[in-house]
Structure formats: C-alpha cells, structure tokens
C-alpha cells in the first residue's frame, strides 16, 4: 500500500479539499472542532478526519481545547493561500494570460503574482483604442505622488508628467528607445521640475503606481508592447506589489543625467 506521507507536505494539504479547508481556516485563528465544522462546508466526520490528518503531519496541534497551526503548518498555509490567490488571478481572466508574456517580470515577481488576484484586465475598445493610455493619464493627475515604468514613447506622457510634478514628487524609468524617441521628435528641450527623477534602464513591461492603484502592462508574447490592455488592481497587496516592483527595476538603473546626449522629457 502507498504510503502518502511520502508525497510533499503542501501537495499532501491540497490533496483533500477538507485538509486544505482546515489549514486556510486556521491561518488566522486557532478554533475548536465546533468552530471548525460550523465555518467549513464539510462533514463533521470529514473535518475530524482532517484534523487527525493534521496532526499527524504535525501541522497542527491542539491547545486548550483549540486547533491551531504549527510552524510548520503555517507556512504551509502561506503556500496554500498564496495558490488560491493565483489561481484566483488566472481564472479571471485566462485569455490575457494566454497572450501576454509574463517572462518580462523578474523571477521574484513572478512567483508573487498571485498579489493580484483581484486585479482586472481593463480593454480599449476599437472605437477608443487610445482608453487604456488615458484611463492611467487620468490617475496621475489626481495623484499625490507616482512611479512609472514606460518602454515606449507615449508623446503626451512627459506633459502630464510635468503638470502633476510641478507640486508634487514623482519617478519616472525609461529605456534607451523612449530616450532616443525623445531626441529624435523632441523639437526643444523642455525643463524637467526638480520633483521628478528619471531613470533609463532594459525593461519591456510598463507599469504606473499612483496611490492605491497599481497599472501592470505586459508585452504580448512576440514581445511588442501592448497599448492596449492594462492590468488593473486597486488593493494593498496589489499596491506593495506595484511599489516593490517599481523599486526593484529603480535600484539598477541609470540616472538619466549619465546617459550620453539624452534629452529630458
């Protein structure tokens, strides 16, 4: 006979649907078998068999008369939350994942992908194909401070940058492309205001953190920038992920005043 402790422990948790009930359950709370049974959409008998499980696997242990995870089990909870969170993302909106390319994340960002579960992929319409760049515009104008990553040259973007930056800071990450889009199209050199930082770095994604909201483009999987679509997401995790993200790619790059001839914004 197999013997399932074989198999890994979070694979072990999410094997049964109770067991990984339990554990999501007990993620923020130590509770009783009552408790337990009455906030689980199990059997009685199932949840007992879960908790016996459980235990076994000393993912848990009981205290006063309360189940609660060990450390053991709590980073398995972790594990578990952080799957459901993706799966959650992915389901949403499958197409979008099937025809953009998320290799232009860095690994770790990959892996934390899941903070966005409840973001949605917002579509310019044919009719308006222009509604994805001037839905974000819109934001950072009312915003008190923003980061933007932009991998192409969107002509109207060093405007409005400089309206919101006249009285309020903001961090702006270009590539070597934008730069010499700038140099090439740019009739005159415009002052940049002082509260604006420019950096020039290899990144093929763009993003905009402004407030709470956090804007994510991917290219499609031919590795062209898409106009189009924005991932959008308004929550706090989605906000540290958009903020830890911008800072990652902010860290190694180039202040724009290094790069030879570059003309500003």
């Not at 763009?206 to 999987?221: C, H, I, M, Q």
């Amino acid at each position: 006979m197999t013997d399932s402790r074989k198999g890994g422990t979070v694979e072990y948790v999410t094997s049964s649907g109770t067991r990984e009930s339990v554990v999501a359950a007990l993620r923020s709370e130590a509770r009783t078998a009552r408790e337990l049974c009455a906030a689980l959409d199990a059997s009685e008998s199932g949840v007992y068999a879960a908790t016996n499980d459980l235990r076994e696997r000393n993912l848990i242990e009981t205290v006063d008369g309360r189940f609660r995870l060990t450390g053991l089990g709590l980073v398995v909870a972790d594990a578990v939350e952080r799957r459901r969170q993706l799966e959650t993302l992915l389901a949403a909106d499958p197409c979008y994942w099937q025809t953009h390319d998320v290799r232009a994340l860095p690994d770790v960002f990959r892996a934390r992908l899941g903070e966005l579960a409840d973001a949605e992929v917002f579509r310019a319409s044919e009719t308006d194909p222009g509604g994805a760049v001037r839905l974000i515009h819109e934001h950072l104008l009312d915003a008190d401070a923003m980061s933007v990553v932009s991998p192409v040259h969107f002509p109207n973007l060093g405007r409005t940058l400089r309206e919101v930056c006249a009285d309020r800071p903001g961090r702006l990450l270009v590539t070597d492309a934008v730069v010499e889009e700038i140099r090439r199209h740019d009739a005159a050199v415009v002052p940049v205001p002082e509260s604006l930082s420019i950096r020039v770095a290899d990144v093929s994604f763009a993003l905009a953190v402004v407030g709470e909201k956090t804007f994510l483009s991917l290219p499609r999987l031919d590795g062209t920038y898409d106009p189009s679509t924005e991932l959008v997401a308004d929550t706090a995790a989605a906000a540290a992920f958009g903020a830890d993200l911008f800072d990652h790619v902010w860290a190694d790059a180039t202040p724009v005043e290094d790069v030879a001839s570059t003309r500003s914004p």
